[in-house]
Structures are given as structure tokens and as C-alpha cells.
Nanobody, 119 residues
Framework: VQLVESGGGLVQPGGSLRLSCAAS????????MSWARQAPGKGLEWVSG???????YYADSIRGRFTISRDNAKNTVYLQMNSLKPEDTARYFC??????????????WGQGTQVTVSS
């Protein structure tokens, strides 16, 4: 299993970024996927999840600003992040959800991509 995130960077408050996660080594189309993040000095925080049927779930902290989506033809999951705030600064990880589990339970995850929101 391999999960490779990309798309992070430095952005000003109020800006946008689109994260991508390319997956391989498992049957992507039938797997639920999530995004999680870890800010400096803090624990891992679940951000959003998407199931194989397209149903989506969001943490309260980002609901209305972030959108998760997937492209099964490309084995890729995305996280569109709008109206970014300094408190969104973190390393963002893509993860496969444990089959049959809630979206904050993972069995595989990538190396992450850094998102920094600062003026």
C-alpha cells in the first residue's frame, strides 16, 4: 500500500489549496479514505472522510470550508481547502479507513504534506 500526498504549501489567510493523494496497492474504489492533520505540538486530528458510495463526513472545525472528493479512475482523493485560517497550519495526511470502520480509524497513511497559513 502506498499513499502519496501533494499540494501543500504556504498560503495567506483566506486563501485556498487543493491537496491530492495518489493511492496504490489496494482496491481504491471500494475503500473509504480520510484526511487527517497534525499541528505542531498537537495530536493527530481527523479532518474529513469519503466512503466508496461517495458519502462524505467533516470535522466541525472545517465544515463549510473544506471539500473532500475522489476520482476512482485516477485512484486519487482530494481535499479542497478554502478560506484557510492560521489554525489550519498542520501536516496533512491521507489515510485509508479500516474497512467497516468509522472515518477516524486508519490502517495505512502517507508521509503527509505541509500546509502553512500565514501572512
Amino acid at each position: 500500500v502506498q499513499l502519496v500526498e501533494s499540494g501543500g504549501g504556504l498560503v495567506q489567510p483566506g486563501g485556498s489549496l487543493r491537496l491530492s493523494c495518489a493511492a496504490s496497492g489496494f482496491t481504491f474504489r471500494s475503500s473509504a479514505m480520510s484526511w487527517a492533520r497534525q499541528a505542531p505540538g498537537k495530536g493527530l486530528e481527523w479532518v474529513s472522510g469519503i466512503y466508496s458510495d461517495g458519502s462524505t463526513y467533516y470535522a466541525d472545525s472545517i465544515r463549510g470550508r473544506f471539500t473532500i472528493s475522489r476520482d476512482n479512475a485516477k485512484n486519487t482523493v482530494y481535499l479542497q481547502m478554502n478560506s484557510l485560517k492560521p489554525e489550519d497550519t498542520a501536516r496533512y495526511f491521507c489515510a485509508r479507513v479500516v474497512p467497516g470502520s468509522l472515518p477516524d480509524k486508519y490502517d495505512y497513511w502517507g508521509q503527509g504534506t505541509q500546509v502553512t497559513v500565514s501572512s
